[in-house]
């Protein structure tokens, strides 16, 4: 099999589509992976893959017991392949067009009460920490647009962040009066980060104490200890679910949620109106078995 290919596919994807470092990577991992097997079975083109090789691929994954949303991962990563292989006619046929999406049970996402927030920001915060928690929680950003924040995406007069999601898709977001405070003692100990480590022509928003940038694997670890704080395990995008859900329990406008969260689809973001019912139901039966 021509790898060459792949590698073709793979800049299509990062050019064309705009997709993240983190996809195009997963997509490398899952066609290779596919390659290999074909490979080990004695298929050696993409011409002569059919919809018997991928069938088989997929039930190699199961019996192996990869997880269910991976292997959800890998059927999309190789219709987009093949897809892009026929509409370029290196192969004739599409094997993968009719390949079966497995459907996967609706998680509800994890998202913290107000009072585990508060626990948060009350707790001793820096004040790198405390921007990186304010644009994850108050402005809903995902990680991957917190990191690549530059100087210039933030407005501080019109209070807003210009950020680009999923697709290089660019939306703003407003932030609030505690944002722009944290901004503003963040914006001093960046100036020193500067001056103390001898930099110039910096455009990165978020810079550790050494100069360097800021990377999600970074904040995953941060945050990570935070939850260590109050005892629950989250994440950055636990943060932005509880952004969303707590808008949307103070009686935001769903349209307005997907506008702020950056969701193509509305029906993304319906799912929290799922969590806010459940916190309700809750809520009623706590008070229910108290009387």
């Not at 059927?75 to 009719?98: E, H």
């Not at 999923?166 to 963040?186: L, Q």
């Amino acid at each position: 099999m021509d790898i060459q290919l792949l590698s073709e596919y793979l800049e299509y994807i990062e050019v064309e589509k705009g997709l993240s470092e983190n996809t195009i990577e997963a997509y490398r991992r899952d066609l290779s992976a596919f390659i290999d097997y074909c490979r080990d079975k004695g298929v050696n083109d993409f011409s002569d893959v059919g919809r018997n090789s991928l069938n088989s691929f997929i039930l190699n994954l199961r019996e192996n017991n990869i997880n269910p949303r991976s292997v959800v991962r890998k059927i999309a990563s190789l219709r987009g392949f093949f897809k892009w292989l026929c509409a370029n006619s290196y192969i004739n046929q599409n094997p993968a067009q009719l390949i079966e999406q497995p459907k996967l049970p609706k998680r509800l996402p994890k998202v913290m009460t107000l009072e585990e927030i508060k626990e948060i920001f009350h707790s001793d915060l820096n004040s790198t920490e405390t921007i990186i928690v304010e644009l994850l929680y108050d402005c809903g950003l995902r990680v991957s647009e917190l990191v690549n924040l530059t100087l210039n995406n933030i407005d501080m007069k019109s209070k807003y962040i210009q950020c680009y999601g999923k697709g290089s898709k660019e939306r703003v977001v407003p932030f609030g009066s505690k944002a722009k405070a944290a901004f503003e003692r963040y914006f001093k100990t960046r100036d020193l980060i500067i001056l103390n480590n001898n930099l110039s022509g910096v455009k990165k928003l978020l810079l550790k104490d050494n100069g360097k940038e800021i990377s999600r694997q970074d904040v995953y670890v941060f945050i990570r200890k935070l939850g260590e704080k109050i005892n629950k395990h989250i994440s950055p995008h636990t943060l932005r679910h509880t952004f969303a859900t707590h808008l949307l329990e103070n009686g935001a406008d769903l349209r307005v949620v997907q506008e702020l969260l950056g969701h193509s689809d509305v029906a993304t973001t319906q799912l929290y109106t799922h969590i806010t019912k459940k916190r309700l139901k809750e809520v009623y039966f706590a008070i229910n078995n108290e009387s």
